[in-house]
């Protein structure tokens, strides 16, 4: 795989994107907005990348310029086959049990079978499913079994484009977590933790912990200064003023409001109201943890008690930060592969993991399967609000995306790795076509999915990527 080198081309880039953006500023506080027609040129960003040859006008941005993002989102322990694949094919087609919850967005969905994951296989390797479906499900690589330091995996897709378009936005890309980051101990059959709590690698041997911390994430968004420093004496402040972060940027927000339209006024003021309702939602978690403390609850304070309301709350932030063009890479942890955390807020007192070797118990068949609907109902709240959401050029937020959900199980009690669970949703800036189940081929590896995915990316010159066999092409 050829990476590009970097040229004085990149720092021009960059000059100009800081001059088109727009920023509230204040004390410690560097509040990026959304993308406001007032404020924006003609023809968005497009002078910022290089077209595709066979996609002009295409690259980190779509054919009008707007941003285009990519996400991945991972769920672990595989799902029940028989009720999360759809009946009907192509775009004849009706979602599944487990996917019901996602009948609002169904025609923004390219359900894609007859993808594989073998670098997770078994092997000579034995034991270790997990860990390893966790280490490859972005990179494609077999990772080395090690219960030591000497870790190794493979880069992974997410960071591929983030390194050809990182220097867009402020973060090159965002790692985000709903579970605990372990990257030392063993965690399943003499693999180290690091496989199951990290998704994105920028080299095989230099995995990116995700943040787990709504407050840590919140505050590197829209509460940070520069430095360490000046994100600990914002955040402070405002703690023992019980302000908020819109409090330091009020003079700014009046003088932008006089430059909006109409349709932009209301959208800002859509803006600030979810950055408030975000902020409030933490404050609530961190009152409630030093209120009620948990002896049996080895989390953070701004980790709410409520999974869903955990899932939401980082889910939100995701979506503000493609919103306000913060970043155009993110991945997504629900839970490591592996996890046996019970879901008794959703009535299953059980462990996730154990109730998916089921050994064709139809009482654990049965709870797998609320628990298979409560991550699809999660994607599916997500990709409503990026619906929602407005882009400079008009389009949905979910139309200028490509977002990726799934793992790297697929039939969690046989722990298979052929026919994986996978969505792609949006439409990739008009490169995609969505509200359709594809029958993608027999035992194809997911790698072609990325090739495809970082052609539309604008990445070069990338003529494999860990075990693709091509392309993956008709999405």
Known sequence: MKTPRPTRQVATERHHRLDRRQFLRGLGVCLALPALESLLPRRLLADTVPAIPGMPGLGATTATGAPLRMAFLSFPNGAIPAKWWPTGEGRDFALNDTMKALAKVKDRLQIIGGLSDHSADAGPDGGGDHARSGGTFLTAVRCKKTLGADFHAGISVDQVAAQRVGHLT???SLQISCDTVQNAGACDTGYVCTYQ?????????TPLSPETNPRLLFERLFGAGGTAAERRQSLAIRQTQQSSVLDFVTSETRSLGRQLSARDHQKFDEFLTSVREIE??????????????????????????????????????????????????????????GNNSDFTEIGVNEGHHFCTHHRNDPALIAKTCVIDKFYADQFAYFLEKMEAAKDGDGQSLLHNSMIMYGGGIADGNRHTHVDLPIILAGAGGGTLTPGRYLKGGDDVPIANL??????????????RFGDSTGRLTGI
Request: glycine share 6%; hydrophobic share 40%; proline share 10%.
């Open 197 to 205: 709590h990290n998704l994105s690698w920028s080299s095989p041997t």
């Open 450 to 463: 990325y090739l495809s995915m970082l052609d539309r990316m604008g990445v070069p010159h990338v003529d």
């Open 170 to 172: 402020p973060f090159p």
């Open 280 to 337: 409030q939602r933490i404050q609530r978690a961190e009152a409630a943890k030093g209120q009620h403390p948990d002896p049996g609850m080895d989390t953070p304070a701004g980790v709410p008690a409520s999974f869903t309301e955990y899932v939401r709350l980082n889910l939100d932030m995701m979506y503000l930060a493609f919103l306000t063009d913060n970043t155009r890479v993110a991945s997504f942890i629900f839970k490591g592969d």
